[in-house]
């Protein structure tokens, strides 16, 4: 199955988050920068040394840039606006960005600054093409927290990468499998990850302009210009990466799917393979000592329409009967068309670990239930999962 990363490049990340909070700062220039003495403040007061965080994109096509002192700011902007940095709402946002990822990719890195990595390997089924799935993903961004990333979708991290600085600030684009060395060849050297300013002064002393050129060299040639860092160099700009997506979020999910073999229509079969799911991924999630909280179901009709729906649920779920009967009434909610379906994916969210103890006045029945699910699991680990079926209630 050919890997499928999905790379969003959020340019100007705490410049893009002002504006989300202040709506009368867009079309105006402003800066992200420390000893700015307050929100909506001018630069007459700032510290000399202060050196501007980020910036709006007004702000940039009047010439300022990162980094650049907000004296030199001051005297190529006169109506600059200074901004302190903000880190609760970068906090904010990030769990924003990652939540509307998690609905999409089972793996998602985030390194907090505005730049995410989602794998969507063999999720076609569930949410469509790469290409598509990757709209789906800007759409949801985009209205839920109108921020406008750059989108590319490639067969690893680091062409993915490149794609979104080749078209920032903002877009989508997808670098078909087997093409990655033609797609980086003519793109500027700047943008391939690593350049550092050591490396790109010995690229310009070289005349080295595109990563394609930088792709030709021999590993001696390539070792004699940058050093040790020079094959590994030369093996980017030829698009070879084998770095995963590392799921550094904390917060883990699993995703069952059933495709049936022939599209149906009969009820019996369909809450059968939801059934199905709920005990497999149930106990794969108690094996690891979770529960969960969110049931998310999502059904693809044979006429390739999707619908999908969520349950959130207040206490921890636990037992597959509590699970079924939560999917169940998701089903019944977002099933309303009289069309054959070809395939169910269940998604686990909102896994916690663990750590139950029986409730004063909880119920008799519910401390019955939690025990009978051990003993069920003890014989599903033992000689396999699917040994045991669970009555399907009415």
């Known amino acids: 199955m050919p890997q499928a990363i999905i790379h969003l490049n959020v340019i100007g990340y705490k410049a893009a988050v002002a504006a989300v909070k202040d709506k009368s700062l867009r079309g105006r220039p402003y800066v992200i920068a420390y000893g700015s003495g307050g929100p909506n403040t001018s630069v007459g007061n700032c510290h000399c040394r202060s050196l501007a965080l980020d910036c709006s994109p007004e702000a940039l096509r009047q010439g300022l840039r990162p980094g650049m002192t907000l004296a030199l700011a001051r005297r190529r902007v006169n109506d600059l606006i200074v901004l302190p940095p903000d880190i609760r709402a970068y906090e904010l946002m990030n769990r924003e960005l ?21 794998d969507i390997t063999g999720t076609s089924k569930l949410f469509g093409p790469p ?7 800007l ?5 839920q927290t109108e921020i406008r990333p ?3 979708v490639a067969s690893n991290k680091l062409v993915s990468k490149v794609a979104t600085r080749a078209i920032r600030p903002v877009g989508l684009i997808q670098v078909q499998a087997g093409t990655e060395t033609e797609f980086l060849a003519h793109q500027d050297i700047r943008i391939l990850p690593g350049m550092g300013p050591g490396l790109l002064r010995t690229a310009e002393i070289t005349v080295i302009r595109e990563i394609g050129e930088l792709a030709c060299l021999s590993d001696g040639e390539a070792l004699a210009l940058f050093g040790r860092k020079g094959p590994l160099l030369r093996n980017m700009a030829l698009g070879i990466d084998s770095s995963r997506v590392e799921d550094r979020s904390g917060a883990k999910r699993i995703i069952q799917q059933a495709d049936f073999e022939e599209d149906t229509i009969e009820e019996t079969a369909i809450r059968g393979a939801i059934q199905t799911l709920v005990e497999h991924g149930g106990l794969q999630f108690r094996n690891e000592k979770l529960g969960m909280r969110n049931v998310r179901l999502l059904v693809v009709y044979s006429d390739g329409l999707k619908v999908e729906g969520l349950m959130k649920s207040k206490r921890l779920l636990v037992t597959d009967r509590e699970i079924a009967a939560a999917a169940f009434d998701v089903y019944t909610k977002i099933v309303t068309r009289r069309i054959r379906i070809r395939s169910i ?6 896994l916690i670990p663990l750590a139950y103890q029986p409730d004063l006045f909880e119920v008799e029945t519910e401390i019955k239930n939690r025990k009978l699910q051990e003993a069920v699991d003890k014989i599903q680990n033992r000689y396999g999962a699917g040994k045991i079926k669970l009555g399907m209630r009415n």
């Open 98 to 118: 990652e939540r509307l990822a998690a609905r999409y990719a089972p793996a998602w890195e985030n390194d907090r600054a505005g730049n995410l990595y989602l």
């Open 131 to 137: 290409v598509d799935c990757s709209s789906r993903v």
């Open 139 to 143: 759409r949801d961004i985009l209205e």
């Open 150 to 152: 750059a989108a590319a």
């Open 345 to 350: 994916g269940l998604c686990f969210e909102d």
